[in-house]
Every structure is written in structure tokens, then in C-alpha cells.
């Protein structure tokens, strides 16, 4: 192996530009962990009414998910995969990579329609997946696989239920951590959620979004630094650039 090396002072400054870097890339994760940290505990006080907005009143109230949902679940695409398809298949991977992983169809079986959620039923023992949900944004684009399912939210707020929903205890306690996890329409349907009238539900969807959307900022940025500095080794490490010492 040869490798092409500057004198000692040239190889010093080049490290140590490089280091710099590695510490704006520390100092940015540590933030995105703060910032996430802040919204998991901002969220556990809102989604409980342990902290409440000026203005509202009136007691929140107990129901089930199916007092307040249409249920239904997807189907098997495999024979309809089409990586030129127009459409997009919501599997667990999708929703596990928050939409980024996906196969695409040349038509829909089971469509999805904007305010729709989505959720993993089935997982592996302890694993991350199992009640984690998906909000859809947009008409005419998604197809739902099986054993994903489905809630059409009847006057209620679907991105305050998308947040209250996602990973919710009642689903993760059917994880006994030995064998696959598979939740039955009716153990889904029977989940008790504490809620307060659709106003409230809106003011505080709209907090924890505006979070999500900070939350996202940093990540990309983190991803541009990430890239810059990649780009940066190529042009150092090889002479292409040099510095001056």
C-alpha cells in the first residue's frame, strides 16, 4: 500500500482543519439529541394534559381507537412491483425509515388517502418497529402491503392521533421480547386514548409538528456538514488542494 503523504508541518494543518470539522459534526448531533430530548418530554406533557394551552378548558375524555376509527389492512403487492411504478408501497421498512425506503407499483390495491394512518402490526421480538405510524400527506401516491394497517380518523385531528398513536404502550405491551409480535384488529382497536376536544387536539399537533420540522432542519444540515467534510478529505488527503503552513 502507497500513500501519497505531505511534509510533517502540511499533514499537522490538514488534521487539524479536519478535526474542526469532526467537532462542528459532535457539536450538531449533541444538539439534534438535546432538541430531541426536549420534544419527547414536551410531547409526553401534552399528549397526558399535564400541561395545557392558555384558552382551553373542559375535561379531556377517555375513548377506544375504534370508537373513533375506520380499521382496515393492507395487501400482498409483490406480483405488482414495478421500480418504474408510479406508486409508492407503505411496508414496515417505509414507515421504519420515516418514508425514505420504499418499492414502487404500477397500480394500487389497497390506496391511501391524505390524513390516513398507518402502523406496523407485525415485528420481531424487542424490536423497533411494532406500533410505529406513518401520516399521509398526500392523495393518489401510497398503496398499503399487508400486515400494515390503516385508520381514517372520524372528527378528530389526525396528526394529534398520528402523535398519540405512534408507538403507543398498549401496542408494545403485546411484545413479550421471545416470539414475533402480531396484533389482532381487535387488541388494535381496544386502545384506550385520553383526549381533549378537536381544538385542543389541533393547537397541539401544530406545537409538536413545528418541532418536527426544527427537529428535521438540524438533521439536514447535519447531513450537508457530513457531505462537505467527505468532500473535503477527498480534496486534502489526495494533493488535489493544498494548504499552507
Known sequence: LTLPLPPLPEQQKI????????????????????????KTSLMQKLLSGEVRFPGF???WETVTLGEIAEFSNGKAHEN???ENGLYKLITSKFISTDGKEYRRLKNRLTPLFKN???????????G??????????Q????????????FV????????MYYLLNRNSHF????????????????????????????????????????????????????????QKKGLMQQLLTGKIRVSV
Open 139 to 150: 392523495d393518489d401516491v401510497y398503496s398499503l402491503n399487508q400486515r400494515i394497517g390503516r
Open 172 to 227: 408494545l405491551a403485546f411484545d413479550s421480547g421471545v416470539g414475533q409480535t402480531n396484533l389482532r384488529k381487535d387488541d388494535i382497536l381496544e386502545c384506550p386514548l385520553f383526549i381533549p376536544k378537536v381544538k385542543e387536539q389541533e393547537k397541539i399537533a401544530t406545537t409538536l409538528c413545528a418541532c418536527d420540522e426544527e427537529l428535521q432542519l438540524l438533521k439536514d444540515e447535519l447531513e450537508a456538514i457530513k457531505l
Open 153 to 160: 380518523i372520524k372528527k378528530h385531528d389526525s396528526r394529534f
Open 80 to 82: 405488482i412491483v414495478d
Open 116 to 126: 390516513d394512518i398507518v402502523m406496523v402490526m407485525s415485528d420481531i421480538p424487542n
Open 57 to 59: 378548558e373542559g375535561e
Open 15 to 38: 488534521a487539524a482543519i479536519l478535526c474542526k470539522w469532526d467537532e462542528l459534526i459532535a457539536t450538531q448531533t449533541q444538539l439534534i439529541k438535546a432538541k430531541e430530548k426536549q
Open 128 to 137: 423497533k418497529a411494532l406500533g410505529k405510524c406513518y401520516l399521509v400527506e
